[in-house]
């Protein structure tokens, strides 16, 4: 009896820590609600101010209140450390807010991250601005990367779509308002055609036009055909579809322009200079054009394939410099994209705000994406593991970088959702001679128990 009793006595405390070993590797958000939450915030609340006056983040104490406390406590003055708000758990981390002591600025804050994730036992400290004087730190209890899974409260709104995850827990949302056009650089495998599929499926739910230049014949954008207003196989066809979307382009300016030539005394939110200041019943719809494997628009082999490439590139580049205001917006995808494509390529680049880059096969790669506008990210985007499909560098012309990844989506139920949403597709009739053959889904016996599974990809 003493043996089973100092059995269980043993046996009870190791297979709890065996079990919560077990749930730190397979299942890190149950770790985290159960035993990483509370060791983190009691880490927190006990070493709250020797943390942040060891990484150099309190200042001396005005004069006025070194004498009170001398006068009234009668104990040593001690350093101010920032004024912590109300800790808020999430399913992810920990969200608090700093109040910053005068003379500190938000960076103070954010060069410190790395050495408060160490003393307060999380995988990362992010530091976000909300106002001046206020910083929110959002600690992350794991490493949500490696299992993504988007956040329930991640609407979309129009030409707003959530897209990917990104590193401090909260979802990357591709805004074409702000951020017309983008590049999507990545190798073969990297994760590139799964950013893509996500996207083409959040935005078939919204009133888009969407147009497609796939270049691999058709096989990554095919399968979206039902949503698709039109679709380009090969550079021939691309080379007959472009001109048609600038002369659509070409329409909407003088739409435009007719609403700028109203008669005096117009009220001034009439006056417009882009699509969205027109009246509902009269704005078109907007159109995003996804070109898969860019780089096949640029190869030629013949004199006369150089001209139908330069012609090409030309109307690319008027798209990308004037789309936005007709609300026209560019998704670029490619495996490499810079000067060695050719004329124009350079020049094609720097239109395209947003940058996406994928795990790559060199650094020239990746400077190519994020070497002109920030520098520090082509590190990140080479050290990209191949185990990790899917995981990406993201930056803008700001400057500013962060890494995501995209969460998987079959593609089945891709086209799935591409074919339910096929009535939101808008009616544009310059390009229904290009809209792609949709054959019947086949019928199924009653009682069947036939089931379509996807290709592993």
Not at 164 to 176: C, G, M, S
């Amino acid at each position: 009896m003493t043996d089973l009793v100092t059995l269980a006595e043993l046996g009870g405390p190791l297979a709890v820590i065996g079990g919560a070993a077990y749930a730190r590797h397979a299942y890190p958000a149950v770790y985290w609600s159960t035993v990483g939450l509370p060791l983190s915030v009691a880490r927190l609340l006990a070493s709250y101010s020797s943390t942040v006056d060891a990484c150099g983040l309190t200042v001396e104490p005005s004069r006025w209140r070194a004498l009170a406390v001398r006068v009234t406590i009668r104990r040593e003055v001690r350093p101010v450390p920032p004024r912590r708000g109300v800790i808020r758990p999430t399913s992810t981390g920990l969200r608090m807010r700093l109040r910053l002591v005068p003379g500190q600025e938000p960076a103070d804050v954010a060069a410190s991250a790395e050495r408060l994730r160490h003393a307060w036992g999380v995988h990362a400290v992010h530091v976000r601005d909300v106002k001046p004087g206020v910083v929110e730190l959002r600690l992350v209890g794991f490493d949500v990367l490696q299992q993504v899974r988007m956040p329930r409260r991640s609407d979309s709104r129009p030409l707003q779509v959530p897209v990917a995850l990104r590193e401090d827990a909260t979802a990357f949302v591709r805004d074409y308002r702000t951020v017309p056009h983008e590049l999507v650089l990545g190798a073969t495998l990297s994760g590139k055609s799964m950013y893509l599929r996500n996207l083409v499926t959040e935005l078939a739910a919204q009133p888009v036009v969407l147009v497609g230049i796939d270049c691999k014949r058709g096989v990554e954008l095919a399968p979206f055909a039902s949503r698709l207003s039109a679709l380009a196989t090969d550079p021939d066809q691309a080379a007959e579809l472009l001109p048609v979307l600038v002369k659509e382009m070409e329409d909407r300016y003088d739409l435009i322009k007719t609403r700028q030539g109203i008669a005096p005394g117009t009220a001034a939110e009439l006056i417009t200079s882009d699509i969205w200041g027109l009246p509902e019943d009269e704005r078109p719809a907007p159109l995003v054009l996804f070109i898969d494997e860019v780089a096949e628009l640029f190869m030629v082999a013949t004199r006369k394939e150089e001209e139908r490439r330069d012609e090409m590139v030309t109307q690319l580049i008027r798209l990308a410099q004037l789309g936005r205001a007709a609300g026209i917006y560019l998704e670029v995808c490619g495996q490499r994209f810079g000067a060695e494509l050719g004329k124009g390529a350079t020049m094609l680049r720097a239109q395209l705000t947003g940058r996406v880059c994928h795990r790559v096969n060199d650094e020239a790669s990746a400077k190519m994406a994020l070497g002109d506008i920030a520098p520090e990210a082509v590190q990140a985007s080479c050290a990209i593991a191949p185990e990790l499909p899917g995981l990406a560098v993201v930056g803008d012309t700001s400057g500013g970088w962060s890494r995501i990844r995209t969460p998987y989506l079959s593609l089945a139920d891709a086209a799935a959702t591409c074919r339910v949403t096929a009535h939101l597709a808008p009616d544009v009739p310059a390009l229904n001679p290009f809209r792609p053959y949709v054959p019947p889904l086949p019928d199924v016996a009653p009682g069947s128990m036939a089931i379509a599974r996807p290709a592993t990809e």
